[in-house]
C-alpha cells in the first residue's frame, strides 16, 4: 500500500500519537469515488470548492445548483454543470482555475450531516468543469449545525455585487465572532488542495489583536489532514456564508500553529485538544447575493462544546 500521508500529517499523527489501521486507512482513503457514494454526491446542492490564484492565495467559494448539476461520469471523474448552478460570473474560482489546475472539493449535506472530502485537477470547457479524482475519502459528521437548504428551480446568472479589501471592517468583524460555521481550503507542499469545513458554537471563533483570527481545533478524526497542511504550508481561505440574507466573506491570508496549550480554560475551549491555529486575513472579497436560496436552521451539533 502507498504511503497516504504527507510528511507534516505523519509529524502530527506521530506527536499526538494517532494511530489509524493500515487496512482501515485503504478501505477509507481512495483515489477514486466509491460506488455506492456516487448517488450521495449526484444529489448534491452544494459544493465547496477550493482554488489559488496568481499570486498563490488561497480562496474557498460554494456553489449551488439543483440536483442534477453534478455527474459522477466514472469512478475517477465527475462533471459539474453551471449551467445548472446559480452561476456568479464574479466567483473567484472560474478565474482561478485556468490558473491552477488543483483544486479541493467538499460535498456536505448539511441537513444529514454527511460530507465527502476529494482533492482533483480540474480544467473548464465551455459551461462543464471536469474534475479528474486524486483522492477521495469520507468524513466524520462532527460539527456540522443542521441547516435545510431550499432553492428555486431555476437556474440563473446571481446578480452579485462585490467589494474587496485588505483590512476587516467592523462590520466583517462581527460577521466572524458570531459565526457557528465556516469552510477552509488548504494546501500541501506538493500542490494538492482540500476543502474542509469548520463548525462550533456562535463566537468559537475569537478575534485577537491586528485582527487575527484564533479558531480552536476540536477533536476530530486525528487524520490531521488540515494541521498536516499548515504545518507544511501555511496558508489557507477562508469562507463565511450569511445564511439569513445570502451573502459570503471570502478571506486568504497566512495561518499559524498554536500547540500544546495546558491551561484550564484553553483545555475546555479545546474540548482538551490544546490546539488552536491562527489565521491572518490578508485579502478579502465580501459578496451581497452570493446565492438565492433560503437556509432553515434546524439545530447545533450535538458535538459542540
Known amino acids: 500500500m502507498r504511503q497516504p500521508f ?19 486507512v485503504e478501505r477509507l482513503l481512495k483515489d477514486h469515488i466509491l460506488n455506492e457514494l456516487i448517488p450521495f454526491i449526484e444529489q448534491q446542492t ?23 448539476f453534478i455527474k459522477v461520469q466514472n469512478p475517477k471523474q465527475l462533471d459539474i454543470f453551471l449551467n445548472k448552478t ?4 464574479k466567483d473567484i474560482f472560474l478565474t482561478n482555475i485556468p490558473t491552477n489546475t488543483n483544486v479541493g472539493l467538499l460535498f456536505i449535506d448539511t441537513a444529514s450531516r454527511t460530507r465527502y472530502r476529494m482533492n482533483a485537477s480540474a480544467e473548464i470547457i465551455n459551461d462543464t468543469i471536469i474534475f479528474s479524482i486524486t483522492e477521495a475519502y469520507p468524513n466524520c459528521p462532527k460539527y456540522i449545525q443542521q441547516r435545510v437548504l431550499s432553492i428555486s428551480e431555476e437556474n440563473t446568472s446571481v446578480k452579485s455585487e462585490q467589494t474587496t479589501g485588505t483590512i476587516l471592517n467592523d462590520f ?3 460577521w466572524i465572532t458570531n459565526a457557528d460555521t465556516f469552510f477552509l481550503g488548504s494546501v500541501n507542499k506538493h500542490g494538492n488542495m482540500d476543502a474542509s ?13 491586528n485582527d487575527i483570527l484564533k479558531i480552536p481545533d476540536y477533536i476530530g478524526n486525528n487524520l490531521f489532514n488540515t494541521l498536516g497542511n499548515f504545518l507544511q504550508c501555511p496558508k489557507s481561505g477562508l469562507l463565511f456564508i450569511d445564511y439569513e440574507n445570502g451573502n459570503a466573506l471570502q478571506l486568504s491570508g497566512s495561518t499559524t500553529l498554536v500547540l500544546d496549550q495546558e491551561n484550564t480554560e ?10 488552536y491555529w491562527l489565521f491572518n486575513p490578508e485579502k478579502w472579497i465580501q459578496t451581497k447575493t452570493y446565492y438565492t436560496a433560503d437556509w432553515e436552521f434546524i439545530s447545533f451539533s450535538p458535538f459542540n462544546p
Do not use: C
Open 46 to 68: 452544494t459544493v465547496i470548492i477550493s482554488t489559488t490564484d496568481e499570486e498563490n492565495h488561497i480562496w474557498t467559494s460554494m456553489i449551488i445548483g439543483n440536483k442534477g
Open 86 to 89: 446559480q452561476r456568479n460570473e
Open 6 to 24: 504527507h510528511k507534516g500529517e505523519l509529524e502530527l499523527q506521530k506527536k499526538y500519537k494517532a494511530y489509524h489501521p493500515p487496512k482501515l
Open 197 to 209: 469545513h469548520r463548525g462550533g458554537p456562535k463566537g468559537f471563533i475569537q478575534l485577537l489583536e
Open 172 to 174: 466583517q468583524r462581527n
Open 266 to 275: 484553553d483545555l475546555e475551549t479545546t474540548m482538551g485538544t490544546g490546539r
